[in-house]
């Protein structure tokens, strides 16, 4: 059902979702933003607790409200949300009342006893996040001993007998070349490969321009995924790269091919506020808080954010563009953060089409709030040599041509 504006009869279901659902078909909630690591390209700056988080009592009157509104899952994200010691409480009762569970975590706290508990539980998914399919890849961006303690809690949890748990992984310029070996991993320890995109967001937005694929890359990514996206989630991560394919929209990669900002997804973080995107925590795209604006209910239904979100939208210049119906203009996260129009092409547009915006250099927001370690961290990054050379442009080559 449309929330706030008339809904056009008949059409395709992604034009439909444009114009926004009762409930989130998913969001993203971020118990905490505490974290035991401190990744280079951390979308949320997670490092140290907020003192002002949801209390026990509040998640647990939030999941009441996901319960009646029907929410279908959610994904717990943070921060590391196994630090929290009401963690393991708080997945109990979300699964007590109807409400599936799918939760990212760094595994280092996924013990034989543990994984144990979350194989016998049902309604309930990991992700275990790994950033490189070797050790000095992943420990570049993740942290030392990273790689390890992943790898460590895949083991557990294929000890304990779960099945399809989900090996997620960041795609950038350095593992791009390792798509394959990360299948392989997933294999070996009976989970699913789950790629998602490096927004510019968080401590992302430092890293941006030494990280985020190059435009030969984006085809090799592409042209994988054609080859692979039935064995592969990817969060609709990737809708910006379906603009390779024909014109007529076929060579669209598997998933909505949809920014779901405020129509289908949102996030809600550890204080109660509520933002349209997961990857654009930002005041610009915050919606309202829990405890001030009538409850998550009452936000997603009527703030005026959302409502904006899900009128009917122009597309902008990108809507002159062959391949619109295919990428429908790209990320508004990875815009809004590297400082482009949010009716304009993506930052990583295929057809080249904001390289020009990006020459002039234009200026970027940064973050709202940044909640990052302030002293040592224990398991620290070791630095890559980041390239600092700009992507070279990838419109001179065509998009209907493999290669």
Known sequence: MTIG????????????????????ICLTWELTYACNLACVHCLSSSGRRDPRELSTDE???????????????????????????????????????HVGVKFSTNGFRITPERAERLAATDYVDVQISLDGATAAVNDAVRGQGTYDAALRAMANLRAAGMKDFKLSVVCTRHNIGQLDE?????????AQLRLTRLRPSGRGADVWDELHPLPHQQRELYDWLVANGDQVLTGDSFFHLSAYGPADGSGALPGLNLCGAGRVVCLVDPVGDVYACPFAIHDQFLAGNLREDGGFDTIWKTAPLFLDLRSPQTGGACTSCSAYDSCRGGCMAAKFFTGLPLDGPDPECVKGNSEGTLARDPERPGSSQDHSHTGTVRNAPVPLTLLRTRPVSACDESPLVAG
């Open 5 to 24: 504006v008339e809904r056009p009869q008949g059409g395709r279901l992604v034009d439909q979702f444009e114009y926004g659902l009762d409930a989130p």
């Open 59 to 97: 998640c647990k009157a939030l999941v009441d409200e996901f319960e009646r509104m029907q929410v279908f899952y959610v994904n717990i994200g943070g921060g590391e949300p196994t630090v929290r010691p009401d963690f393991w409480e708080l997945l109990d009762y979300a699964v007590a009342h």
């Open 182 to 190: 990360f299948k392989a991993i997933a294999d070996t320890y009976g």
